[in-house]
Structures are given as C-alpha cells and as structure tokens.
C-alpha cells in the first residue's frame, strides 16, 4: 500500500485547509485511517480517525474545527481532512496512516503504534 498526502500550506490564523491523502495498492485490506501530526519538539499525536465502518475521532484540541472522511474503491482510498478555523497550535507535519485492522481506530493510540503503513507528510503552517 503507497499513502501520500496533499494540501499542506501557509495559512493565516482563522483559516482553512484541506488535507488528502491517496492510499493505493492493496487497500482492500486498509480497514481504519488516521490523521497524526507532529510538530518539533513534540510527540506525534492523534488528531482524527476513522473506522471501516465509519465512525469517527478526533482529539478534543480539533473537534467542532476538523472533520474527516473518506471515499473508497477497490483500487484506491481517499482520506480528507477538512481544517476550519486554524490556530498557530494547528502547525505541525500532518500524516496519514492505514491500519489493516479497525485497532488502529479503537485502540487511539497517541503514537500511531497500531497503525501499519504511513505517509511522508505534508506541512501545515499557520501565521499569527
């Protein structure tokens, strides 16, 4: 499975960016996604996730702001991450992550452990 995320930028203090990530390869075994991210100096954290069912998290610092979702096809996963109302706090290195079981998404881990194949990243900045 290949994961590559888009849609990092520059944005201003109350702003709005949209993440993607393209997983493809064997993604019929992909059941959860999750978006992390990890700023310098911090450990990587969890800031929202998805089930293979659908049901969603996110981290208390995101909610009623972020909101994620996903598409998918046999061939292909298309994982988004809508981020309204950004905060300087927002600025770190977002990356997106598969799980080929739903204990990714149940198990919430901060660190991503149970999560199996993992993007780049794309870079979030956000200017007071």
């Known amino acids: 499975v290949q994961v590559v995320e888009s849609g990092g930028g520059l944005v201003q203090d109350g702003g709005t960016l949209r993440l993607s990530c393209a997983a493809s390869?064997?993604?019929?075994?992909?059941?959860?996604m999750g978006w992390y991210r990890r700023s310098p100096g911090k450990k990587r954290e969890l800031v929202a996730a998805?089930?293979?069912?659908?049901?969603?998290?996110?981290a208390d610092s995101v909610k009623g702001r972020f909101t994620i979702s996903n598409f998918r096809d046999n061939s292909k996963i298309t994982l988004s991450l809508q981020m309204n109302n950004l905060r300087p706090e927002d600025a770190a290195m977002y990356y997106c992550a598969g799980s080929y079981s739903d204990v990714g998404f149940f198990s919430q881990n901060p660190g991503g452990d149970d999560y199996d194949q993992w993007g780049q990243g794309t870079q979030v900045t956000v200017s007071s």
């Open positions: 390869g064997s993604v019929v075994s992909i059941d959860s």
């Open positions: 998805i089930s293979s069912e659908g049901q969603t998290y996110y």
